[in-house]
């Protein structure tokens, strides 16, 4: 497809909108993920203090999904990086805007960083992201965690409360966290120790006019995983504690 003939958007936060959109409504196990899933739910971070630039936008999606994931970006006018994906794509793909503006990473079925975080069966709801949880254990579990996932965490905690309900998709469901956390210790911990860093910065960088005070976020955020059942696993990890690393500190894979 040529460049002229393409429905590409010029910015990057409508395309990501838009592309996502599409694939709800195919009915495609595929949900944006990453620092663009959190514009498009989080208005705290269009303006102030944790406003940003985006270079890429992330997908994840189910395996059964990818055929048709592929033929989609295809029709939309994007370029597949055929040496990548042929070496990496039972796990991940990699597309590119025909005019170089930005890529599309797409990770398939998990989420695989400092630590694992299964999405298989979570890639179906109503929203053109994963859901409120998903996303802040994916911001939350990087063990080398940076300002910009320290603020999009600011961010997601300062317009979203906490909910008991994991079909709740405008809270961010306890359920699921306590599902994820209570069964790994080294997920766990990183993301009690991130937790803690979120709250220094919002105690630094309050969002102005927030719907919830981030600080009290954490702190029930910290108290639901601490009461959360543990596993047998996760028990008996936590007796090694921080003597045995905890956490990958995965390579950045080329393109």
């Not at 102030?48 to 048709?68: E, H, L, V």
């Not at 796990?91 to 170089?100: Q, S, V």
């Not at 999405?119 to 992201?129: F, H, I, Q, V």
């Not at 005070?213 to 996760?234: C, F, H, N, T, Y």
Request: glycine content about 8%.
């Amino acid at each position: 497809m040529a460049d002229h003939e393409t429905p590409i958007l010029s910015d990057i936060r409508e395309e990501a909108e838009r592309l996502a959109d599409v694939a709800v409504s195919l009915g495609l196990a595929a949900r944006l993920i990453g620092g663009l899933a959190i514009w498009l739910r989080c208005p705290s971070v269009h303006d102030g203090p944790f406003a940003r630039s985006y270079q890429d936008m992330d997908f994840a999606i189910s395996s059964a999904a990818s055929t048709k994931f592929k033929a989609l970006l295809m029709t939309q006018g994007y370029l597949p990086d055929q040496f990548f994906n042929g070496l990496h794509g039972a796990t991940r793909l990699y597309y590119g805007e025909p005019a170089g503006r930005w890529s599309i990473d797409v990770v398939i079925d998990e989420l695989v960083m400092s630590h694992k975080l299964d999405l298989r069966d979570r890639l179906d709801g109503p929203a053109p992201t994963i859901t409120l949880a998903d996303l802040l254990l994916t911001k939350l579990q990087v063990w080398e965690i940076n300002r910009k996932d320290l603020g999009d965490t600011v961010c997601l905690l300062a317009d979203h409360g906490l909910s008991d309900d994991d079909a709740d998709a405008e809270g961010i469901s306890l359920p699921r966290l306590r599902s994820v956390l209570g069964k790994d210790w080294g997920f766990c911990h990183t993301v009690d120790r991130n937790a803690q860093k979120v709250a220094e910065l919002w105690s630094q960088e309050p969002v102005p006019g927030a719907t919830h005070d981030v600080a009290v976020q954490v702190g029930a955020l910290r108290q639901a995983i601490e009461d959360a059942p543990k596993s047998r696993a996760w028990r008996l990890r936590s007796r090694v504690g921080e003597r045995i690393r905890w956490y990958e500190t995965p390579e950045e894979v080329k393109h």
